[in-house]
Nanobody
Framework: QVQLVESGADLVQPGGSLTLSCSFSGGTFSIFTMKWYRQAPGKERELVAQIAADGTTHYAHSMEGRFSISRDNDKDTLYLQMNSLSPDDTAVYFC?????????WGQGTQVTVSS
């Protein structure tokens, strides 16, 4: 069974940067499409960015240019580099692994942007 564990939760000042990590186990990491989602209080979960097995990336419009998704297939780890953070980026960030009809989720990690 695939397991995902996010890390990197922190309180960050507006304009700051933060990197989240997602450790993958229980499967072949390199063949999965990996995604970051986030859910702010009172809002629906939304896609932040995704990276396919071939390295192709896609970003939600509001994150493009500020966030960068990457993967290390040797370490079975997914990353999300976040820059120019604003209070609107405050949310629980979730890691997702998708392969065909199979979807796996991490437990989430809290990012708070506040002065």
């Amino acid at each position: 069974q695939v397991q995902l564990v996010e890390s990197g939760a922190d309180l960050v000042q507006p304009g700051g940067s933060l990197t989240l990590s997602c450790s993958f186990s229980g499967g072949t990491f390199s063949i999965f499409t990996m995604k970051w989602y986030r859910q702010a209080p009172g809002k629906e979960r939304e896609l932040v960015a995704q990276i396919a097995a071939d390295g192709t990336t896609h970003y939600a419009h509001s994150m493009e240019g500020r966030f960068s998704i990457s993967r290390d297939n040797d370490k079975d780890t997914l990353y999300l580099q976040m820059n120019s953070l604003s209070p609107d980026d405050t949310a629980v960030y979730f890691c997702n692994a998708q392969l065909g009809r199979f979807n796996f989720w991490g437990q989430g990690t809290q990012v708070t942007v506040s002065s």
